[in-house]
T-cell receptor, first 113, second 115 residues
């Protein structure tokens, strides 16, 4: 079955610390992978996506993610977290025709000053 | 930057009432979607729409739901007779095309509360 797992429901980091949010997927076909961020009262904003090529993708706001096929993972990273990064982060996977996305449960990130 | 606009941002309705959630996708986008997120649960796909017809729908999207693109700009989701379990955040999304080059642009969502 197609699924996305974000093992960490809630993470708290200190401002300036590094961050890694985990995402594992189960998908029969070659996946397209996405990370979205949702700030309180806001919509879902695309951080980055992977569909082919270099397995390390750069996104907005200083985020990057690495696709590891052997581990079925697409973890999101940021070297130095800012207080404004506090939000809900969602990993999603889609088929090559991308008619729909399958979502993880999300990881809520809190940033301590 | 172009945006997907959803109205209203919040709606409270009584059980059994009809609601229409409205979305204005990005003007040159061709593919339209509705997703919903029940509090504490995953974002779930409801329906996709292309060329004035439904491309795909989920099991959630039963006869109580319908979508329309009435005037070439708006994209609406109608729930005919709301149930308590329809309470959720509803997201509209649009895409210029399919394939990896095209990401989804989401609106800010409509929070629907059925009482």
């Amino acid at each position: 079955a197609q699924s996305v797992t974000q093992p960490d429901i809630h993470i708290t980091v200190s401002e300036g610390a590094s961050l890694e949010l985990r995402c594992n997927y189960s998908y029969g076909a070659t996946p397209y992978l996405f990370w979205y961020v949702q700030s309180p009262g806001q919509g879902l904003q695309l951080l980055l996506k992977y569909f082919s090529g270099d397995t390390l993708v750069q996104g907005i706001k200083g985020f990057e993610a690495e696709f590891k096929r052997s581990q079925s993972s697409f973890n999101l990273r940021k070297p130095s977290v800012h207080w404004s990064d506090a939000a809900e982060y969602f990993c999603a996977v889609g088929a090559q025709d991308n008619r729909k996305l399958i979502w993880g449960l999300g990881t809520s990130l809190a940033v301590n000053p | 930057e172009p945006e997907v606009t959803q109205t209203p941002s919040h709606q409270v309705t009584q059980m059994g009432q009809e609601v229409i959630l409205r979305c204005v996708p990005i003007s040159n986008h061709l593919y339209f979607y509705w997703y919903r997120q029940i509090l504490g649960q995953k974002v779930e796909f409801l329906v996709s729409f292309y060329n004035n017809e439904i491309s795909e729908k989920s099991e959630i999207f039963d006869d109580q739901f319908s979508v329309e693109r009435p005037d070439g700009s708006n994209f609406t989701l109608k729930i005919r007779s709301t149930k308590l379990e329809d309470s959720a955040m509803y997201f509209c999304a649009s895409r210029e095309g399919t394939g990896g080059l095209y990401g989804y642009t989401f609106g800010s969502g409509t929070r629907l509360t059925v009482v």
